[in-house]
């Protein structure tokens, strides 16, 4: 049967196009996964100690689905670990220094390099799972921290089983200086480190400051030493090549590596080379593939190098060829557990964000040239997942690009990048400087500059790390604690063993029996008690293992990126970043809203029920309420449909959280906490843990996605949809007075919105212009980041039967694109449930 | 007539298939025609309705006793509405329906109530090739005070107003209205008289000389007033090659054609199924195929012939999948 249905859907699915021989076979090769006779997955080195471990769990609490696997991670590649041979004053040096001299070592003299053919670019394996360097002191003291009774462990488990969600300090998303790099070279960065270095006391030098800084020393001449093998490689090769053309190719290669990232680039091919380097090193450095390692302005900083070399003579063709061969590398990134899964390892999305065009200083439009070269590569090699390109639209934005944007969207299935919204967005990054105190660092001449990583999450470029997917807080939770008076709805069970988790004692405030509550204020007092309550909870729990990581995990490779490092002497995961917030994101927002809205309207404003009705309906999980719980689901009012006073409520909601979330700092590091809409995937995992929610949700039913209203909420449409998401980021002043310009914006991190459109909407040119007005309208009054999803729900069930026959087939949930067979069965149903905003 | 308040059965927006730019589509019930294949039945009656929707319907049975004249019978296929002698459509089954499976149709809006409403997407109309609002039905001038007050309105708002008619309405108020409009859809379903009858229980007669009056008034009066025309291609009925060839002379011989600046031509679909089961009504299109690409390509080439302007033509709507 399937040979009767499946030819016509696999003509819309896209393909690439254009491709030379060269990328075809890449492209091809990347995607033969297991097939390949390369790869890059994780290759273990040790110290050769007993007591040696490479595999930081830390930096996975966010992950709870990795949770179960802690320990065999940490067995595991312990024991497949390659021994190095150590340098003699190895054990005497401070732990930055060892970490920054065993990662060098490794990938400088143990790790094999290696060309693919007819590639341009060098820089092969960078997936590692070092040796963390640690002296058998370090190593107790700090597994007595994560695994002791009240250790980090315990804590983030028993918050995650217990439906608070997670928290945990988290390598990668950030933008590194790349602009610097490629502008002074490492030779420039290694040269201001020994400055800074040189005018420390004696004391100073010895003390804390000047091992960090001698660590960083030495990590900056990585990049130089491997970049000197990748030219010798290139020049061995060289030698036994036929080709006279890829001879030459060879030839250049080797002279750019001879030269860069340590010599700033001049040529095109030299910057990009420079700029894989630099990159996949701090892969390594973090032994992290991928995840938020994001390049920020890539059509800006690269500009002059482009125009240098087409002003040379540069064929425009082969320079985005140079940019396709930078995409297959980005790509690799995945091969670090190829063959872990079904997929061969190609996981939902790592996020090494481009951010395209956007506003300059001026408010003058930044698109050029390069912009659309790289709109060019992207259409011509999707589907691909990296690098992931982010376009920043705004008021003045160009109409060709935006005619480019919605050609682009109409010929894939769904937008193969996500949008950003200007004006909103900068709002936000005002608004940090105004909660966050960074008044100097965040002004009106630079925030133009901001760019996202990951999947959205703004921020600064080059001097700000901000932890923006650190936190994930379940907001329901507040309305579970407020209607049990500080107590819990249900019996909370370890997610992996399934015993009752009482490990750690929960101690919400007691905020009065819900029963006695007369009025709908008594209640919202009730909820605001408990939220500022779990948001405390989340603080304290990301407190253990930041401090832990702090102490114990330097990257001093990528601290040489980030401005005010060097100049503290202090790690990047000590909070030596110039800009150094960590994101609380909530999770569940409109089903929060909802909720409250769902208890207002059955309890208090139409009196269908008493609270203690309610109450024993959601223990009950619905089970003998169906008639309250289609009240609660089908007539109580929902956030999304532009519906001002149910709105109204949302924006209360977002204010009490925001508020409170910026009083916090962490202890060990000082950062502050911002807020963020992001939710990644709890929001379907964590619907198992949640009971049951007053807005009608069972327990198994999933929570609402980022700041999206609740699945099946928004039955008026795509406007008012995103009407609303405007409305509740804080709206708009009815003059120039808001934070930037008339806009307002709580959310300085960016919120995750993702609206799916029927794809006859871009059916042909009319109606490409109207979806066009849809995008400016949406700028106009809708939130910071847009994700379009495109999609035939008769073509995504036929998918669902035929996995193997669309393995190409993209969409895009939660601010990253994803491989639609690679999800799962209840991600899949979720998809298709949203196509075309179905009524529930 | 009120001109404060009107009963309207939906409001879409985000519309794109409703005249230009992004829109949003006010639907006012009541309509003076009883087209056979009429896609929204539920406009026809200008008096509220209420439907069921079996789909959503949890057997809870709280409308029956909340029914004030006893119009509900809960059987085995379900909740039946006595519509012909009970049910007056007052809506109260449907407020207190828990999950929404009793809905009615049609509801009273007053002016400023609306306005508010339709006001909330002028962002995206404005950022549109003249988007804005579009009156429909049903026949939206059944309701013609308020309409106008309702376009005066929105004018004032600098909000780009379409009419959608059906082209039967009374000649002078249809003059009061002008002033506040910007666009007109107007549907010639079947060009000869006779077949007009059948098909809609109603004489063309009247609906080519308004539309001819218009054309004249718009042309003497120099009013920057533009004119789409809709024709329904319905399969056995109006989708006959003779039909749209007459259309075309008369859209080319009776009308301003700097005016008409469209002439679509609207497929057949069948999506309105479900609606007739639910208001208990027969459809005597209820097995009809869609058309084909090639259907509405021909006719299309018809329409094109017999007009001085071919590239107005175009056509719309579902076809069937090969």
Redesign the interface.
């Known amino acids: 049967m399937a040979a009767v249905t499946l030819p016509k859907y696999q003509q819309s699915i896209k393909n690439p196009k254009g491709l030379s021989d060269r990328i075809s076979w890449l492209r091809d090769y990347y995607f033969k996964g297991v097939g390949r006779n390369w790869n890059n997955e994780f290759t273990s080195w040790t110290t050769g100690t007993p007591w040696d471990v490479q595999y930081d769990e830390l930096t996975y609490y966010i992950v709870p689905e990795n949770y179960a696997f802690f320990q065999v991670m940490r067995s595991s590649f312990h024991q497949t670990a390659r021994t190095i041979e150590l340098h003699e004053d190895f054990w005497k040096w401070s732990l930055p220094e060892r970490r920054a001299w065993f990662n060098k070592e490794v990938v400088v003299e143990y790790l094999p390099q290696e060309i693919l053919p007819g590639d341009l670019i060098c820089g092969g394996r960078f997936n590692l799972q070092t040796s963390r360097c640690w002296t058998e002191k370090e190593l107790k003291e700090r597994d007595s921290l994560i695994y002791g009774k009240n250790g980090a462990r315990a804590k983030i488990k028993w918050f995650r089983n217990h439906g608070f969600g997670n928290s945990g300090a988290t390598s990668g998303h950030l933008i590194p200086w790349h602009e610097k790099a490629l502008k002074i070279g490492w030779k420039g960065i290694h040269a201001e480190l020994n400055g800074i270095y040189k005018k420390l006391s004696r004391k100073e030098q010895d003390g804390k400051k000047g091992t960090q800084l001698k660590a960083m020393m030495i990590a900056s001449t990585t990049p130089r030493d491997l970049a000197i093998k990748y030219s010798q490689k290139c020049r061995e090769l060289m030698q036994i090549e036929k080709d006279e053309n890829r001879k030459k190719e060879l030839e250049q290669m080797s002279k750019n590596l001879s030269k860069v990232p340590w010599f700033p680039p001049e040529t095109f091919w030299e910057a990009i080379q420079a700029l894989w380097l630099t990159h996949m090193l701090i892969m390594s450095d973090e032994n992290y593939p991928g995840p938020g390692t994001s390049f920020g302005r890539f059509d800006q900083y690269l500009l002059p190098y482009w125009e240098y070399s087409i002003k040379k003579g540069m064929d425009r063709e082969f320079g985005k060829e140079i940019l396709k061969c930078f995409w297959i590398h980005a790509n690799t990134a995945y091969d670090a557990f190829i063959r872990t899964g079904g997929n061969q390892g190609i996981t939902a999305g790592f996020g090494q964000l481009i951010t395209l065009s956007g506003l300059g200083q001026n408010e003058i439009d930044m698109t050029n040239d390069l912009t659309y070269a790289i709109l060019e590569v992207i259409d011509e090699m999707s589907p691909i997942l990296e690098p992931k390109p982010n376009i920043r639209l705004h008021k003045n934005s160009p109409e060709v690009l935006l005619d480019k944007v919605v050609d682009m969207i109409a010929s894939s299935q769904g937008a193969p990048f996500l949008i950003n919204f200007d004006e909103r967005a900068i709002a936000g990054m005002i608004t940090e400087t105004k909660k966050g105190g960074c008044e100097t660092l965040i002004t009106k001449d630079n925030v133009f500059e901001y760019a996202p990583v990951g999947c959205l999450e703004n921020t600064m470029v080059g001097n700000d790390r901000s932890g923006t997917v650190d936190n994930n807080l379940d907001l329901l939770k507040a309305v579970e604690l407020a209607l049990s008076n500080g107590k819990e709805l249900i019996e909370y069970k370890d997610q992996i063993t399934n015993k009752i988790d009482n490990n750690i004692k929960l101690d919400a405030p007691n905020t009065g029996d819900p029963n006695l509550f007369k009025t709908w204020e008594e209640f919202w007092e009730a909820y605001s008690k408990q939220t500022k309550y779990i948001i405390k909870k989340c603080v304290e729990t990301y407190e253990a293992s930041e401090s832990i990581r702090a102490k114990f995990s330097p990257t001093p490779y990528l601290s040489c990126l980030v401005k005010g490092c060097a100049e503290k002497g202090l790690d990047v995961t000590e909070g030596g970043a110039e800009i150094s917030f960590t994101t609380l994101n909530v999770i569940s927002y409109a089903t929060t809203v909802d909720s409250l809205l769902a208890i207002k309207y059955l309890v208090f404003d139409n009196k269908f029920c008493s609270m203690e009705e309610l109450i024993s309906a959601l223990k009950s999980n619905w089970d003998g309420y169906r008639i309250l719980q289609a009240r609660a689901k089908y007539k109580a009012p929902k956030y999304g449909r532009d519906d001002d006073e149910a709105d109204r409520m949302a924006k209360q909601v977002m204010e009490l959280w925001t508020n409170e979330t910026w009083k916090y700092n962490t202890k060990s590091t000082n950062r502050k906490f911002r807020p963020g809409l992001l939710s990644w995937n709890y929001w379907v995992s964590d619907g198992y843990i949640l009971p049951a929610s007053p807005d009608g949700r069972e327990k198994g039913q999933f929570l609402s996605n980022a700041i999206c209203p609740s699945n099946g909420a928004d039955i008026s449409g795509p406007t008012a949809n995103s009407n609303s998401v405007g409305k509740v980021l804080g709206g708009k002043a009815s003059d120039e007075n808001g934070d930037f310009k008339n806009y307002f914006n709580m959310i300085p991190s960016g919120a995750s919105h993702t609206i799916t459109f029927n794809p006859a909407i871009l059916k042909d040119p009319e109606h490409k212009d109207k979806f066009k007005a849809f995008l400016k309208g949406y700028g106009e009054n809708g939130g910071t980041a847009l994700q379009i999803n495109m999609l035939d729900p008769e073509m995504l069930r036929d998918a669902q039967k035929h996995p193997q026959d669309y393995r190409h087939l993209l969409v895009r949930i939660t601010g990253y694109n994803a491989y639609f067979t690679s999800i799962g069965k209840e991600l899949q149903d979720e998809v298709i449930a949203r196509i075309s905003h179905n009524k529930f | 007539m009120s001109s404060q308040i009107a009963t309207i059965f939906e409001i ?3 519309s ?1 298939e409703d005249g230009p ?2 829109r949003t589509t006010v639907f006012f019930k009541g309509c003076p025609l009883k087209c056979i294949w009429c896609h929204n039945p539920e406009s026809i009656s200008i008096h509220p309705e209420v439907q069921w929707i079996g789909s ?1 319907c ?1 057997r ?1 049975k ?1 409308c029956l006793d909340v029914c004030p004249s006893n119009a509900l019978n809960h059987t085995k296929r379900g909740v039946v509405i006595n519509r012909q002698q009970r049910c007056e459509g007052c809506g109260k089954c449907a407020l207190n329906c ?3 499976a009793l809905e009615q149709i049609g509801k009273k809006w007053e002016i400023n109530e609306l306005i508010h409403e339709v006001l ?2 002028s ?2 109309f ?4 003249r ?1 804005g609002i579009t009156a429909s039905g049903g026949e939206s001038t059944l309701q013609i005070h308020f309409l106008i007050e309702f376009f005066k309105i929105l004018k004032q708002n600098n909000i780009h107003t379409a009419l959608d008619t059906c082209g039967v309405f009374n000649k002078e108020a249809m003059m009061l209205l002008l002033p506040y409009t910007d666009m007109i859809l107007y549907d010639i379903k079947e060009i000869d008289p006779e077949k007009h009858i059948t098909f809609t229980g109603y004489s063309n007669e009247n609906i080519l000389k308004n539309l001819i009056y218009i054309s004249n008034y718009i042309t003497y009066n120099k009013i920057p007033l533009k004119i789409w025309i809709r024709t329904p291609i319905i399969p056995n009925t109006t989708a006959r090659a003779d039909n749209i060839r007459r259309i075309g002379m008369f859209i080319s011989s009776e009308l301003n054609n700097s005016i008409v600046e469209k002439w679509e031509l609207c497929s057949f679909n069948n999506l309105c199924k479900d609606k007739y089961l639910r208001l208990d009504q027969d459809w005597q299109f209820k097995n009809s195929d869609l058309l084909t690409v090639s259907d509405m390509e021909q006719f299309t080439d018809i329409a094109k012939k017999a007009l001085a302007y071919p590239e107005i033509v175009s056509w719309s709507g579902q076809t069937k ?1 090969d």
């Open positions: 879409q927006r985000m794109t730019g992004l959503r949890i809870c709280l828990p999950s929404n909330k997407d962002a995206y404005k950022n549109s090739d988007g999948i």
